[in-house]
């Protein structure tokens, strides 16, 4: 216990899936955290849930992430609330599917505003906020289809390896200004969200896709549960992983790998 204790943490996307689990394990490690997303009502009872057992520890801020103006509201809150951030978790994504045939320019842009340009304004204002309190960590999440590619949802991929490239430059900018802020990446397969499950729904019949084409065993085989991915994120965000920034840490049950 207490492996981020009295650090702050900021969490988007927080009201469901990978961003709540962070938030909880954070807190319970210690941590004030803020919570946000656009989803008010379910964002609310996350922060409810952590104050019920840890009164005063958490705060959720209705919040869109592709805007600057919301960004600078939610540090300043934070500030005001907390002190200061500490730990910066870049969460909240959207995925629409889409290959290089039928994707729109207008689908393309809608991903790469939030999954993007979300995480930039992100990862500027928070490192402005670290500098204050002589260092800090960020996490990125990004996705395995940043690595490895995806056919399916290419608008996705291109963000993510946006956001991989983006953080290799934020660690190599703030290695040689020495300012203590560290950035990672964080690259699952899949995982069992809300997001991921209504997946189905929302791919053509017919479409040849890996989602539409895995059945229920490869599903529970292949997908990582929120709690693996926030056991990481704890990791990264606190004192332990100090030595380790630009780095991407693949968590995707080795799905890269040839089985044979």
């Known amino acids: 216990m207490g492996r981020v204790q009295d650090k702050v943490a900021i969490i988007t996307g927080a009201a469901s899936g990978v961003g709540k689990e962070d938030a909880i394990m954070l807190a319970r490690e210690g941590a004030k955290v803020v919570l946000t997303d656009l989803n008010e009502a379910d964002g609310v009872k996350v922060a409810e849930q ?9 705060l959720f801020i209705k919040h869109d992430i592709a805007s600057e103006a919301g960004w600078k509201e939610v540090i300043e809150k934070t500030e005001a609330a907390f002190g200061g951030v500490d730990i910066l978790v870049n969460n909240a994504a959207i995925l629409l599917y889409g290959n290089i045939e039928n994707t729109t320019l207008e689908t393309w842009q809608k991903v790469q505003r939030i999954n993007s340009d979300g995480y930039f304004l992100g990862c500027h204002f928070g490192v402005l906020a670290m500098k ?30 946006a956001v991989t490239a983006m953080t290799r430059s934020i660690a190599a900018h703030c290695r040689m200004e020495l300012n203590n802020i560290r950035c990672n990446t964080i690259h699952p397969d899949g995982i069992m969200t809300p997001m991921v499950a209504n997946l189905h729904g929302t791919i053509p019949k017919g479409e040849k896709t890996a989602v539409r084409m895995m059945d229920q065993k490869q599903m529970m085989a292949r997908f990582a549960k929120p709690t693996d991915i926030a056991n990481l994120v704890l990791f990264l965000a606190s004192d332990e992983s100090k030595f380790i920034t630009g780095a991407e840490m693949r968590i995707d049950n080795g799905y890269l790998m040839w089985a044979d």
């Open 50 to 58: 952590i104050n019920a057992t840890s009164p005063g520890s958490a």
């Open 132 to 161: 204050k309190r002589g260092g800090g960590s960020i996490v990125n999440m990004a996705s395995i289809s940043a690595i490895g590619g995806q056919g399916s949802f290419v608008a996705y991929a291109a963000s993510k390896g």
